[in-house]
């Protein structure tokens, strides 16, 4: 699938004003797990108020107990502080990496920016090894930068 082909449904999504943020930030995860077959587990994390930590926002997949995730722990917890794009092509090789599930092979984390501020991030985890291209990044930048015009 070509992710860009996904834009304007990304776009269509962040302008139902009629829903709630966490609505559509649902949708927004829905859409991506149904039509990106190697998109296992899709989610938000958010900065918790003024601590410095992440809260799980929406998501689609199997459950986590990582709900909370102190700043600097794990591929979110690294993201929050170094406000850089992380690619994983393999979780085994991260000493920093925060288990989800045991079928989880590979992890993409994108900050999203509001205001120059790093408020939050997307999440996804891959059940395939290294399925994470540029293309991904690329598009996984534009989704974060169409969320960050819904939290302004």
């Given amino acids: 699938m070509n992710l860009q082909n996904l834009n304007s449904e990304i776009t269509q999504i962040v302008t139902q004003a009629n829903l709630s943020v966490?609505?559509?930030l649902l949708k927004i995860c829905k859409l991506l797990d149904a039509n990106v077959d190697y998109y296992n587990w899709v989610g938000f994390y958010f900065k918790n108020g003024d601590k410095n930590e992440l809260k799980l926002g929406p998501y689609v997949g199997e459950p986590t107990d990582h709900t909370i995730i102190p700043f600097g722990k794990g591929i979110c917890?690294?993201?929050a502080v170094s406000n850089e794009n992380f690619v994983v092509p393999d979780v085994t090789?991260?000493?920093?990496?925060?288990?989800?599930s045991i079928t989880v092979k590979a992890e993409i984390v994108i900050p999203i920016f509001v205001n120059g501020e790093n408020i939050g991030q997307i999440d996804i985890d891959s059940n395939t090894p290294d399925p994470f291209t540029e293309d991904d990044e690329r598009f996984l930048e534009f989704v974060?930068?169409?969320v960050a015009k819904m939290l302004v």
């Fill in 22 to 24: 966490d609505d559509r």
């Fill in 77 to 79: 917890g690294q993201v």
């Fill in 93 to 100: 090789a991260q000493d920093n990496y925060i288990a989800c």
């Fill in 144 to 146: 974060c930068k169409e």
